[in-house]
């Protein structure tokens, strides 16, 4: 490694450093207040909130980290610029070749980090995710339930209760709301508890009445009991979020579009990162007496179409409208032609377009 490469490098790097953690701190809290105040609405237990917003910051490593890269690049890559410190290495007879040299050398081991944490770590972290919000989310555990006060589930389902007893997992005065596309139920019970025999959840009221509303018909009911037992059955995912949590070897195995719109979308990660960095080199470059933040612009432009065309592909193959092959794969093509066209011009080989 030469002394321009290595300065280059250390400019770049610098900025990475401070950009990423800048955005993990942003990230986080604002994970952090998303997720305490469903834990303050009583939808989730307050204890599960730190580890969710832990293993979300580890999830969104794989966008941050390349964000991280692609700003800081182009804004060190635009000071050096403004500066005249690049113009004179280019006056010095150095080849942009080595600009981009640089940029790969920090490039490279980034999107290897980027492929791994996209191909292993990010399902596992939403696996944990799953685990945590269905034990604290369950309408069967009322350890994230407060008394006196309406807590709502993300299905809209509803309890309130007078009481609420941790320890034996018990309910006094209680009221359940529950509504689907067709039917609307509201329980009103002296006391409900909440027990597993045989590993079978099972939820027992006392003394209440039932009603039951239809919304398309006058099936509407309602009736008075002593004793009535519900045997819930846990909400299952929707295929998005079955296909974030899991692993490569499932993904391949399966056939459904959106398991196939998932794996592209994890090998294209690191492709993605190493695109990005090369398209800031070109998108860095400045004209004489232009400040080093007149780049800005485009950089927030490019990297908004990034971000939404590789979602579009990806929701478009997930639906089946976009063929498997090259699905993912188009967006990250059209991107390569981009970076080969912004790298033609840097080296002359466009000269149309040469600035």
Known sequence: MTLIEHYIMREIRRL???????LIFIFAIYSAQRYLTEAANGTLALKAVAAIVFYKVVIALEMLL???????????????????????????????????????????PLAMLVTALSMVVRPWAYAQIDLLRQDAQSTLDVGHLQAQKFNL????????AQQVDRNLNHLSDTLIYRSTANVTTVLRARSASVAWPDGV???????GSAYTLDHHGMADNQHIYQRLQLYPTPAKPDDDARSKSLSVRQLVASSSPTDAAELQWRESRGITTLLMALMAVSLSRLKPRQGRFTTLLPLALVFTLIFFGGNVCRTLVATGTLPVMPGVWLFSLLMLLGVSALSARDFGLLPIFSR
Request: proline share 5%; net charge negative; aromatic share 8%.
């Open 16 to 22: 990475v450093m401070v950009i990423v953690g800048f």
């Open 153 to 160: 589930d993300d299905n809209g389902s509803m309890i309130l």
């Open 201 to 207: 959840p099972v939820v027992t009221l006392l003394a």
């Open 66 to 108: 390349p964000v991280g890269l692609y700003v800081a690049a182009a804004v060190a890559l635009g000071q050096l610029y403004s500066n005249s410190e690049i113009t004179a290495l280019f006056a010095a007879g150095i080849s942009p070749l080595r600009i981009y040299k640089a940029v790969l050398m920090l490039a490279v």
